[in-house]
């Protein structure tokens, strides 16, 4: 049922391009979905790729235009006139409209809005670019349903009728006064099942969930998860309604903040994706790498310190990628637990208790595996002092990683700094260094050398 | 505008409890929200909660349920009767009274069905427990309006009217034949504008995307994703129509999988909360520890192996640990990008060149970081020789972790295991381990001790 872009398919819209045969192009993509069709755009080099878009219907292109990587929608649409894109905007709802003009350059902007026909389009387009990104405002639409809580059923149905031309979905029904403040909502249902003479405010919900213009876009995902809202209006200080947010824009939104959150965590300092060229995967590696070097010249620098401890307790050497390991994966537990905690809001209690439940668990996990040091150094015929040692002093570094894990992240938070960069390698690297020098600064103080 | 729960507010309820006041319970949480009544119920103990269960009404409650985590909702339901579980049941939509019932011991499971008192919601619930937990037909619900194709606009109005009372929400309007096999679909709009003599069959849309029962959960939130479908209808093999899968299902799947490759790559073997008990989260996280406790040993091991060259080149043991670390990071930043890539099928082309990109990347940053390391030795007057040994090494310690990092989690996708685990602390430890061998393998050889 799903298309299958295979790569015979791109070749033969390849060749009917360099043919410049728009029918015969327009028969085979015929029926083919607007997300299929970006696919292809995709596939194609930039020249090619605007040649179809101009060639197809802008209600296709205008969908699938949104579907594609912002580079790729960036090159096309640097080869169409303000004209054309103009066009492309018409069709598209004014969130992604807005998106788009966001986009351009800022001379061709304002040419580009002046092209758009549809004034009130043209006008909602303007006032969604003023809002910021992060915020309700960035997401939500101007198209929606509203009505009159003063209107009857049967003339609120003749006003639906003309206004859900321009609404693709029609989620809720929303029902304004006078000064068009926000007062409930009428669901579909409710209205095919009334009768044609009732007045609106007989039948209206008048409970309805609303986020302020300015929200933060994090809250709002928050909230439309928490109460199921595949819908919610936005509305200014004053509760005049401005707009709607729809589910689909969350989904990308959490998607998104998933794999933010996810890269961070592996290390990689910007959005790439597999298929990015060489130098922007370069770009997003190397930084972290380096980091890592200078926390590893460190080490370096901190064992140089102990360095008379190496004739008679060469062993300690040995043993430091184990403890640096160590600290490594006990900080990046914690962090991690307590980084998706807060993205769930799902961590109470007071800081304090948070950080002694965290040395219980390093303390069951510590004495554990210093156990199996000493069940390892019996086994080698490891003198028993030194295995002691060992993991006395790594049953310190891991509770001091799983504080520093826990710590960290809260503190971010509080600061309003994303604390999913707590489970990245700048904690890891540091862990790995003060982990390092615990473990040699204690085993001197056991061993004395 | 949103419900903030406080800790006055809990003891309050607490206290209402205690006292058994049903009415002063009921007054005081009416009107709030099921997902708050849910976040009440997880700070209660499992007695008051169960109370609280029992004293509201079920269409509050049954909504409450699903919201709790599943072992909070457990214990409630341990504390019910199977006629009360019924009840909660009734009020559920399919599908989530079928994924309560699953989590019900075996033998209450078929009492608790018996007594539900809509046979057909009872042979609803008992059809979807037949599916398995990761197919379209472990997400779908059997609630959904669905009309035939000669039917009249009037009649669909009228069988609409009866079927939506047990819907939530009307998606879009299914048109089956006579065998109810999915035809297309029928929107809102299109019903609202139509006359009412009109027949179905000359007005619904015969493109509709549907998917298979026994399709994957992931690939049905992929095409969801992809196609942006807020609802998608679920057919056999014969094309009948057999239910439907919302998006709000689907925003959970891929939170739940978004959250699960997070935990994988933090090193956290099952899904764990922040809240967790102290033994729940050691569960978690112990075994991954004890691997690379076990792997650090590996390495003790491996520079036993190589300590003759302790006396003169003393330098060398002191940068395993940062050797171990590049290891470990250009393989995590390596398998996350593939990971992430297969997750969104990103990843195209062979696996020839997918593995010849990485070399020419590692190359890029093994050289950087080369350079960086001789001029560290040039400021610290380190043997240049011993710098140049280092540098070397390490560059190919880096080429062989982005190898390994970009081969095992394509070729674990292709073996149809998640390739998420390769993120996590077992290729790490792997790559702490080989990236120490090869080190002194090649110091070994360059300068000959």
Redesign the interface.
Known sequence: ??FQLTHEFIEQVEQLIAIQDGNALRGLLH?I?F?DIADILEELSSDKATYLVKLLETDLTSEALMELDDDVREKILNRLSPVEIAKELEEMDTDDAADVVAELDEEIQQEVIEKIEDEEHAADIVELLKYDEGSAGGLMAKELVKVKETWTVAGC?RE??RQ?ENVT??HSIYVVDMEDALLGRLS??DL??ADAKTKIQEIYIP?V???NVNAAAEDVAK?M????L?AVPVVDNKKVLLGRIT??D??DF??EE??K???M????SQD????DS?WE??RA??P???L??F???G??YI??GF?EA?DNY??L??????????A???G??S????V??LA?D????SLVN?LL?EV??AL??GI??GV??IL?GLIVGQDQLVSLTIAISMLSVIIVAALIGTFVPIVLDRKGIDPAIA?G?FI??SN?IFG?FLFFYLSKIILGF
């Not at 799902?346 to 209690?349: E, F, M, T």
Request: net charge neutral.
């Open positions: 049922m799903q029926d979905h997300a149905v639906m009728r859900a979905r029609v579909l249902k095919l099942t409970k969930d609303s986020v909230l998860q928490k109460y199921d595949e589910i689909d969350i989904v959490i998607k998933a794999d959150d996810y890269q965590a592996a290390g990689l790439v994706e597999a298929d060489v995967l370069t590696r190397l972290w790498l380096v890592g070097l926390g590893g010249l080490s370096v064992m140089q360095e190496i060469p062993i050497f040995f043993f430091t990628p184990l403890i640096a390991a160590m490594g994966n006990v990046v537990q962090s991690a637990i307590i998706q905690g769930n799902n961590v109470k209690g948070r439940k219980g668990l069951i996990n554990a595996l199996l040091v390892f489970t390698p890891t690297t790995d390092i």
